[in-house]
């Protein structure tokens, strides 16, 4: 009876897929004098943010609920004293233990107190796991670091900075579904922001940055990107999106915990037990081809044949006296090497309408 838990446990996983995207989780760090404060809090709506908080950071906390078509589902808070300056490590350890999707520092961060974060994320994404962060004006070239870059954000008669509109961002960005992205989407309580050229938002947008832009109706988000700007082999030009990152690593996220779950430890390590193994992912991906998440008939899984005759040459095994099916099927003792293709579907973003008249 072992062979459908652990394809259930993955269509599971890929069926809930659309829904838990649409609402995601968002961390943030503040800092305030009211001491009772102090510490962790979780909320799961604006009527929650504690009253002794001032001002300043309640309305920052709020301002993350607005979110898109949808609001975050949990905001983490994470108070720290006043007199914190740019030490956040108090907080990160904490958040450390917790699962989350953005991060964000106080309405005040500062540059050193981004690169902070940014080290940090890096950090945690080296242990595979896939926290980002929303930082003002940090060129952190890193698909798991969004640089939010605006001035002159004009918001009910205030003027605020980027650094006091990351939470609002955040919650933006956390409140949009897999099936669309971020980019054009509106602000509609933003009266103004700094007006920038045309050639210079393209700029900006090519330099990693996520800005926003008054259209001359209304002010709205420019390109959903990240701040990767040097793309590789690995990571091409796909990478730069935040959409294509939040599905890749919402695919990693439950890939790893799904196997932890219902595989790891629970099955012998035969090959059969590996194309089951084979056969869930393979389900999995199908069923996000049938959410619009990726394109349909483009994913693969299988035996990683690199990664499986390098493993067995170094345990002295000859395979050169061996086939392609007696190295699949061969002994790996408690390793399964695997790989796999995907295409992650972006949204429109450009149009080109050739009219002949």
């Known amino acids: ?15 809930s897929a659309v829904s838990r995207s649409e609402k995601g989780v968002l961390a943030i760090i503040i800092k305030d004098a009211a001491v009772e404060a102090k510490g962790f809090h979780v909320l799961t709506g604006a009527t929650q943010i504690p009253t002794l908080l001032d001002v300043t950071n309640k309305e920052y906390i709020a ?20 007199d914190a300056g740019d030490d956040y490590s108090e907080a990160l350890d904490f958040f450390a233990t917790q699962s989350f999707d953005y991060l964000v520092g106080p ?3 500062s540059a050193a107190g981004a690169a902070g974060i940014a080290s940090w994320i890096a950090g945690q994404r080296n242990n595979d796991l896939t926290p980002k962060a929303v930082l003002p ?15 002159k954000i004009k918001v009910g008669g205030k003027e605020k900075t980027a650094a006091a509109y990351c939470s609002r961002m955040a919650g933006l960005i956390a409140g949009t579904p897999l099936t669309i992205s971020c980019t054009f989407a509106p602000l509609p309580e933003v ?3 700094e007006r920038l050229t045309k050639e ?3 700029q900006a ?3 990693g940055k996520l800005i926003i832009l008054h259209d001359g109706d209304k002010v709205k988000v420019g390109r959903g990107i990240n701040s990767l700007v040097t793309t590789t082999a690995d990571k091409g030009e796909a990478f730069r999106k935040i959409k294509i990152v939040e599905a890749l690593d919402m695919i990693k996220t439950d890939i790893r915990k799904t196997a932890q779950d219902s595989y790891i430890g629970k099955y012998a390590n035969s090959y ?13 991906f199908s069923q996000l081809e049938l959410e619009g998440i990726l394109q349909a008939g483009a994913s693969h899984v299988g035996i990683d044949m690199a990664g499986q005759t390098a493993y067995l040459q170094s345990t002295g095994t000859d395979v050169s006296l061996m086939n392609e099916q007696q190295i699949k099927e061969a002994n790996t003792a408690d390793k399964v090497f695997l790989e796999a293709r995907i295409k992650i579907l972006d949204a429109i973003e450009d149009i080109a309408l050739n009219i002949v008249i």
């Open 200 to 202: 210079q938002m393209d």
């Open 137 to 151: 004006e940090l060129a952190a070239d890193s698909e798991a670091i969004i640089h939010f870059s605006a001035d």
């Open 1 to 15: 009876m072992g062979l459908p838990n652990i394809n259930i446990a993955f269509k599971t996983q890929a069926a």
């Open 191 to 193: 009266t103004d922001v």
């Open 107 to 109: 309405a005040d961060c």
């Open 205 to 207: 947008i090519d330099a």
């Open 63 to 82: 301002d993350s609920f607005v979110g898109y078509l949808n609001q975050p589902r949990k905001v983490l808070v994470y108070v720290l004293p006043a």
């Open 272 to 284: 059969d037990n590996k194309c089951l193994l084979i056969s869930a992912i393979k389900g999995y």
